[in-house]
């Protein structure tokens, strides 16, 4: 079993990703999601909920590792990078819930998932300026039920946070090339 591998900040999961034999466009990607998770930490916070910042940061440079095994679902589709990410990240002794988010960023809607690996999974649709209603809706319950607020009282404001990171998505694609 691997030692336990340090994944403190955004600089250390890119270091492991280049480590890891990462193309440039990979580790590009995950500096793009990272651009979107940021906005909604700075969001999630700005309402008083307290969220791990660590895991969703260190998810959302990572959540793709796995690609690295499988090249080709950089360009085309494909779902092997998920639990091989996991399984590659675990070997290499990042935390288990950091590189849950290997599978949980694609497999929200069929496992159970933090709040955490929710908000890296729409980092990385709204990077690109993608809006995903049925992950919006599940983040939006989530962090009504933490306020202890019916849904619609934060509906509102938080569609309109992801609307503000969905709209530089095709400033984040052309950067993302």
Not at 40 to 48: K, R
């Amino acid at each position: 079993m691997a030692s336990h591998r340090r994944v403190e900040t955004p600089e250390d999961a890119e270091a492991l990703l280049v480590e890891l034999g990462a193309p440039e466009r990979l580790v590009r990607h995950g500096r793009l999601v990272l651009e979107a998770a940021d906005a909604l930490l700075a969001h999630v916070d700005s309402l008083g909920i307290a969220v791990d910042a660590r895991l969703v940061r260190a998810g959302a440079l990572l959540h793709d590792a796995g690609k690295i095994l499988h090249p080709g679902e950089l360009s085309g589709g494909g779902s092997e990078h998920e639990p091989d990410g996991e399984r590659l990240l675990v070997a290499h002794g990042v935390d288990p819930a950091v590189a849950r988010c290997c599978v949980s960023h694609a497999r929200w809607a069929t496992m159970s998932s933090s709040l955490e690996e929710l908000l890296v999974a729409l980092a990385d649709a709204l990077w690109k300026g993608v809006r995903r209603a049925p992950l919006e809706t599940r983040v939006i319950g989530e962090i009504a039920g933490r306020l202890g607020v019916d849904v619609w009282s934060v509906y509102t404001d938080l569609d309109s946070c992801f609307e503000r990171i969905a709209d530089g998505g095709a400033e984040r694609l052309r950067r993302s090339v």
